[in-house]
């Protein structure tokens, strides 16, 4: 599966990555600067033709690409023999204006974004299910096996096992989904509350805390899920057992369950097998079942609880393309705030993922979602690639050296000063990225490798 997942992820990833070198041909050529060539992967060229003085090719490593410049390689033929200034010769990268080479420069990110747009209206346009639970919440600081890992924000606040969230910032709330992403994106910022407790209306304000792990918020809820079997995985102590989808789990070992958290919890005080108590049909049926081990540790009987499930709006193609640049501008403003989060002390081995992980998490999300079905697996890699192209765009406008934000500041300060650029500089300035960039790459491989192996 791990090798399944590495394939499918190098085809996801490669395919941003081309989005991106597309964006930077077709402005070259929009602006009259010649590309020398255009590959699809790094490394020997295994297939392509030239066409228009650009020379196409598919190279042997499947990772990424690269746009070759006419006149590239003149920034360093200019530094090594002294030369004052960058020749600019016609149809050059350099020989063309400072505007110029800032549009070809920002034609990349600027691509990435309209992708991630396009791929997000295809996602609303052709609809999706969403798998969340009721907007019901249980606190985790009550049971054992959670409260160490999550904080007591909602404890604290006032909140109780059993509220409903119906609202947070006088914003519905319809199901356990929302809730986790408004308190996701809102680490260090106050959220009002409203509950329905009951027959009362309640309101409640609550910070929550910064994950340094993941760079999120979290306030130390859990869904409230009705112990209600979902589904039973084969060869499971609950298949053999003869629990069934649908079952209601109705004790364990002679205790009540109330909720999945209530009989995750339970399951952990035993020992050896289990009495479990289901409700099929309106009549009860005992069965007995020895838990097996997770890779965690936990035991488990191999039952997932049932979700509920909600269809998204119906929405024609203009209505569809409305809402992806919405969500397309809503993640970058998430990715931006993200970003700052990287100076509030997170761990950084954690929340910053390298090629290796990328390439990972894109082909598992996408044989997950496969799982579920054709269009459910084209709903979570589109999704995906389109928060990693959404990523490409703010990574490649950051103001460093190498990359496209550096360059397009270089080459501001070119146009303003209305002095040609010095080789010496550039090659320095290049060189300092270049480093910046490298030691980037180092770590967050480093972060891959403790990633995959579960440290």
Wanted: glycine content about 12%.
């Amino acid at each position: 599966m791990i090798g399944l997942n590495i394939v499918i992820g190098l085809i996801g990833l490669g395919l941003v990555v081309f989005v991106h070198e597309l964006g930077h041909l077709l402005a070259a050529k929009a602006v009259g600067i010649g590309v020398e060539a255009f590959s699809v992967g790094w490394g020997k060229k295994l297939w392509g033709f030239t066409r228009k003085g650009t020379d196409y090719r598919v190279s042997l490593i499947p990772i990424g690409g690269y746009c070759k410049m006419k006149g590239e390689e003149m920034l360093i033929k200019a530094w090594e023999s002294g030369e004052s200034t960058i020749p600019s010769e016609p149809g050059t990268f350099y020989g063309a204006t400072p505007w110029r080479r800032i549009v070809v420069a920002a034609a990349g990110p600027i691509v990435n974004l309209m992708f991630a747009a396009l791929a997000l209206s295809v996602v609303w346009f052709a609809g999706f299910t969403i798998h969340t639970f009721e907007n019901r919440i249980v606190l985790a600081s009550e049971y054992g096996n959670y409260n160490q890992v999550q904080a007591r924000v909602a404890t604290d606040a006032g909140l109780e096992t059993g509220d409903y969230v119906v609202a947070i910032n006088d914003e519905p709330i319809e199901h356990y989904r929302e809730i986790q992403q408004r308190v996701a994106q809102s680490p260090n910022q106050p959220l009002l509350f409203q509950l329905r407790r009951g027959d009362r209306q309640l309101e409640r304000e609550l910070t929550p805390q910064l994950n340094r792990e993941t760079g999120a918020g979290q306030i130390g809820i859990l869904p409230w899920v009705e112990p209600v079997v979902g589904s039973v995985r084969p060869g499971s102590g609950a298949r053999l057992a003869g629990v069934q989808p649908g079952d209601r789990i109705v004790a364990i070992n002679g205790q009540r369950v109330k909720h999945s958290v209530d009989f995750t919890d339970k399951l952990q005080d035993t020992s050896g097998y289990v009495q479990l108590k289901v409700m099929r049909n309106g009549e009860t049926q005992e069965k007995q079942i020895t838990p097996a081990r997770s890779e965690d540790g936990r035991r488990e009987i191999g039952i997932s609880f049932q979700p509920i499930q909600m269809s998204s709006p119906d929405l024609g193609p203009v209505g569809a393309l409305a809402t992806g640049i919405r969500e397309t501008g809503n993640t970058v403003v998430l990715y931006v705030r993200g970003l700052g989060m990287l100076f509030a002390g997170i761990d950084l081995t954690q929340a910053l993922a390298g090629p290796v992980r990328i390439t990972y998490i894109v082909g598992e999300v996408a044989t997950e979602g496969f799982t579920l079905g054709i269009g459910a697996g084209f709903t979570a890699v589109f999704n995906f690639l389109s928060l990693l192209s959404v990523a490409l765009f703010i990574m490649n406008l950051l103001p460093i050296p190498a990359l496209d934000g550096g360059q397009i500041l270089l080459f501001v300060f070119e146009g303003v000063t209305r002095r040609r650029l010095s080789p010496k500089l550039v090659y320095r300035y290049q060189f300092i990225g270049t480093v910046l960039i490298l030691s980037l790459i180092v770590f967050a491989l480093f972060s891959d490798i403790l990633f995959l192996t579960g440290r």
